[in-house]
């Protein structure tokens, strides 16, 4: 446990006593406290499915209005839907076992320009996955309240999209924890919800299938079976948001317990099977029930108070069930928070994104992926007025997509990779299954919800693409200017001789702080020796391996990151040696940069009290609010704090020149 430091702020103790105190990356069982056993996956990222029977179901079952007997069609092909893209996100568990789901999917099996477009819809996704199931759990609380309360929604959803970003700073394990009683009520009351609801029904089965046969039959007189089959896959479309959850586990094995494939599998597992029958049993009720839609009420809320209604505390039942349904939905509200910053993190990784979104804060979360997150759901919420049948729509076209490049991407690998995988055929066979399931989903929810909202959501997510690319332009046209940096840089002439000579104390020193062996730290390192003739007589360069989303992943990965680092840190020396000074390196891993290098600096300056501290900035011609939001300001935070503790510090510029 991390010991509480002397001398905090107000607003430091403040920090601490909402989000906690820093985790110590040193600890060597780290990753295991930080990662979840199938049964916590399954609360953490599960529940986004689990909870989207709150309000796809009841999507689906409106739409079909008085033809009430599809329910039966629809629940079957719930659970069959349910069923094929899980058992086809489980195979890309398997073959993509550091997670990332959809974006690292279309990225490795289709192109780069698939992977962009299946991670902003990722992101949108998750996003709404935040704004749907808490606007959804909200009604489902409201609906035992009088209409003149509901005016207070939209206030008491921003509430809850506010506190659960306070306990994603947090940590995922903690939040999940935290919310892990809430998701067990739920499944304790809808098992007695849905057992009773069809058991209590079982003498009636007969009569129902014979009136389902007879509506049936008046259908086809009157409109016709492709009428049917039209008012069908409308309502099998609209009730899409059933299936919004299931692609957050394979995004999520980063956060799981090793084994992580075997994890994931499982928590897959619990999740689709769960969903399924929920879902499915959900349809039978509203069926064999005659749930009638109320205004102000949701139908489960209906469904909850017919069933109960005449029990010894039955509307305390009902009651506890509706609310656990909407406690729930705060649960399923997780994913957006896990996920969603994955996503970022993921895409700046490559240069989609600006690279401090795969930066870990110092609680080892992606504290600017949850607070983007956090402020899209709240935006998204004020749009819509909370409404959750816009917010549906917005939701499901955007799942389908990243659904579909998932489905058309793991069919085309396995075509590809048929000579070396046994049983290919059968894998290919889901995967089509899959890809033309969503793709018909996809097709009908745009075509029938274009108008109505689907146009808002092609909009941000294709202004999201947009802007990845022109984020990715901007680094392209950097890495090449510090490419030629390099080609200049990297074969200095050095001398026979290197010079072994220990460092020595009294000397002037110069601290160099670099990251990793490149065109930047040599660049510092000229610009001392010419700017500074015969003053420095030692050179300690000082690295600090920041911990962020790419590296964190595991302690044979940390050891990596170490490695790597250290080894840069060797060729820095090598080289001022070669070219005649003494030279030596310090290093650390930190999630903070800015703490662990002060912190190192420090350190030195008590061994080599004569030094000065330098450290390289890019700047640009006409630096823009651009250049500062996509390269960090990590220099001029260092020299801040430097400063105040009266160690020099000086900031070496390096030019990037941009081109045309």
Same mark, same amino acid.
């Given at each position: 446990?991390t010991?509480k430091?002397?001398?905090?702020s107000?607003?430091t103790?403040?920090?601490?006593?909402?989000?906690?105190r820093p985790?110590?990356?040193?600890?060597?069982?780290l990753?295991?406290?930080?990662?979840l056993?199938?049964?916590l996956?399954?609360?953490?990222?599960?529940?986004?499915?689990?909870?989207?029977?709150?309000?796809?179901?009841?999507e689906a079952?409106?739409a079909?209005?008085?033809h *009430?007997? !599809?329910g039966?069609?629809?629940?079957?092909?719930?659970?069959f839907?349910?069923?094929?893209?899980?058992y086809?996100?489980?195979r890309?568990?398997?073959?993509?076992?550091?997670?990332?789901?959809?974006?690292i999917?279309a990225?490795?099996t289709?192109?780069?320009?698939?992977?962009?477009?299946s991670?902003?819809?990722?992101?949108?996704?998750?996003?709404?996955?935040?704004?749907?199931s808490?606007?959804?759990?909200?009604?489902?609380?409201f609906?035992f309240l009088?209409?003149?309360?509901?005016?207070?929604?939209?206030?008491?959803v921003?509430?809850?999209?506010?506190?659960?970003?306070?306990?994603?700073?947090r940590g995922?394990?903690?939040s999940?924890l935290?919310?892990a009683?809430i998701f067990?009520?739920?499944?304790?009351?809808?098992?007695?919800?849905l057992g009773?609801g069809?058991?209590?029904?079982?003498s009636?089965?007969?009569p129902?299938?014979?009136?389902?046969?007879?509506?049936?039959?008046?259908?086809?007189?009157?409109i016709?079976?492709?009428?049917i089959?039209?008012?069908?896959?409308?309502a099998?479309?609209?009730?899409?948001?059933?299936?919004?959850?299931?692609?957050?586990?394979?995004n999520?094995?980063?956060?799981?317990?090793?084994?992580?494939?075997?994890?994931?599998?499982?928590?897959?597992?619990?999740?689709a099977?769960?969903?399924?029958?929920?879902a499915?049993?959900?349809?039978?009720?509203?069926l064999l029930?005659?749930?009638?839609?109320?205004?102000?009420?949701?139908?489960?809320?209906?469904?909850?108070?017919s069933?109960?209604?005449?029990?010894?505390l039955g509307?305390?039942?009902?009651l506890?069930?509706?609310?656990?349904?909407?406690?729930?939905?705060?649960v399923?509200a997780?994913?957006g928070?896990?996920?969603?910053?994955?996503?970022?993190?993921n895409?700046?990784?490559?240069?989609?994104?600006?690279?401090r979104?795969?930066?870990?804060?110092e609680?080892?979360?992606?504290q600017?992926?949850? *607070?983007?997150?956090?402020i899209a759901?709240?935006?998204l919420?004020f749009?819509?007025?909370g409404?959750?049948?816009?917010?549906?729509?917005?939701?499901?076209?955007?799942v389908?997509?990243?659904?579909?490049l998932?489905?058309f991407?793991?069919a085309?690998?396995?075509i590809?990779n048929r000579?070396?995988?046994?049983?290919?055929?059968?894998?290919?066979?889901v995967?089509l299954?899959?890809?033309?399931?969503?793709?018909?989903?996809?097709?009908?929810? &745009?075509?029938?919800?274009f108008?109505?909202?689907?146009?808002v959501?092609l909009?941000?997510?294709?202004?999201a693409?947009?802007?990845?690319?022109?984020?990715?332009r901007?680094?392209?046209?950097?890495?090449e200017s510090?490419r030629r !940096?390099?080609?200049?840089?990297?074969?200095i002439?050095?001398?026979?001789e290197?010079n072994n000579?220990?460092?020595r104390?009294?000397?002037?020193?110069?601290?160099?702080?670099?990251?990793?062996?490149?065109?930047?730290? !040599?660049?510092?390192?000229?610009s001392?020796?010419?700017?500074?003739?015969?003053?420095?007589?030692?050179?300690?360069? &000082?690295?600090?391996?920041?911990?962020?989303?790419?590296?964190f992943?595991?302690?044979d990965?940390?050891?990596?990151?170490?490695?790597?680092?250290?080894?840069?840190l060797q060729?820095y *020396?090598?080289?001022?040696?070669?070219?005649?000074f003494p030279?030596?390196y310090?290093m650390?891993?930190?999630?903070?940069?800015?703490?662990?290098? &002060?912190?190192?600096?420090?350190?030195?300056?008590?061994?080599?009290?004569r030094?000065? *501290?330098?450290?390289?900035?890019l700047?640009?011609?006409?630096?823009?609010f651009?250049?500062?939001?996509?390269?960090?300001?990590t220099?001029y935070?260092?020299?801040?704090?430097?400063?105040w503790?009266?160690?020099?510090?000086?900031i070496?510029?390096?030019?990037?020149?941009?081109?045309?």
């Open positions: 446990m010991e430091p002397e001398g905090e107000f607003l103790k403040v920090r601490h006593a909402l989000i906690g985790k110590d990356i040193k600890d060597s069982s990753f295991h406290k930080l990662s056993i199938p049964i996956a399954w609360i953490g990222l599960g529940a986004d499915g689990l909870s989207s029977s709150s309000y796809g179901p009841e079952f409106r079909i209005g008085s *009430v007997y !599809l039966v069609f629809l629940a079957l092909a719930t659970a839907t349910v069923l094929i893209i899980s086809s996100y489980s890309i568990i398997e073959h993509f076992p550091h997670g990332g789901g959809g974006y999917v990225t490795h289709i192109s780069e320009g698939a992977g962009v477009i991670g902003c819809a990722l992101l949108v996704d998750y996003m709404l996955t935040i704004t749907v808490l606007v959804s759990c909200a009604d489902a609380l609906s009088p209409m003149n309360f509901h005016v207070y929604k939209i206030g008491f921003a509430f809850l999209i506010v506190m659960l970003v306070v306990l994603n700073m995922v394990k903690e999940v935290f919310l009683p067990m009520v739920f499944v304790a009351t809808h098992m007695v919800l009773y069809i058991l209590s029904h079982t009636q089965l007969a129902v299938a014979r009136e389902i046969h007879g509506n049936m039959q008046h259908d086809l007189a009157t016709g079976f492709l009428g089959l039209a008012l069908f896959l409308r099998y479309s609209l009730g899409a948001g059933t299936y919004t959850g299931i692609e957050a586990v394979s999520g094995l980063q956060i799981m317990r090793e084994p992580k494939v075997q994890t994931g599998k499982r928590t897959m597992a619990y999740m099977s769960s969903l399924a029958l929920t499915g049993g959900l349809f039978i009720c509203y029930w005659k749930v009638v839609p109320v205004p102000g009420k949701t139908l489960n809320a209906i469904l909850a108070t069933m109960f209604g005449h029990w010894p509307n305390t039942l009902a506890v069930t509706i609310l656990s349904e909407g406690a729930l939905l705060l399923g997780q994913a928070f896990i996920d969603g910053p994955r996503v970022m993190s895409m700046a990784i490559d240069s989609w994104f600006p690279r979104f795969a930066s870990l804060s609680r080892l979360t992606m600017n992926g949850v *607070v983007l997150m956090g759901a709240i935006l919420l749009y819509t007025h409404s959750i049948s816009a917010l549906v729509i917005m939701y499901s076209i955007n389908f997509l990243t659904f579909s998932s489905q991407g793991m085309r690998y396995f590809r000579s070396r995988i046994e049983k290919w055929k059968r894998h290919l066979l995967h299954i899959g890809f033309v399931l969503c793709i018909t989903i996809l097709a009908i929810t &745009v075509y029938e919800k108008t109505e909202g689907g146009w959501t909009l941000i997510t294709s202004s693409i947009g802007l990845c690319y022109v984020i990715r901007h680094y392209g046209k950097v890495k510090l !940096l390099d080609e200049l840089l990297m074969n002439p050095a001398h026979e290197a000579e220990p460092l104390k009294t000397d002037q020193t110069a601290i160099l702080l670099v990251t990793g062996f490149n065109s930047l730290g !040599l660049h510092t390192l000229l001392i020796v010419r700017y500074f003739p015969n003053l420095y007589r030692n050179f300690i360069f &000082v690295s600090v391996a920041e911990v962020d989303s790419g590296s992943k595991g302690a990965a940390m050891d990596g990151l170490r490695l790597s680092t250290e080894e840069g060729k *020396v090598k080289v001022t040696r070669r070219h005649g030279a030596d310090r650390e891993a930190s999630a903070d940069v800015i703490d662990a290098a &002060v912190d190192l600096c420090r350190s030195i300056m008590q061994d080599y009290p030094s000065t *501290v330098f450290t390289g900035q700047v640009f011609h006409r630096e823009t651009t250049d500062r939001l996509l390269h960090n300001q220099a935070a260092i020299q801040r704090r430097l400063q503790e009266g160690i020099p510090t000086i070496m510029p390096i030019r990037v020149d941009m081109g045309s």
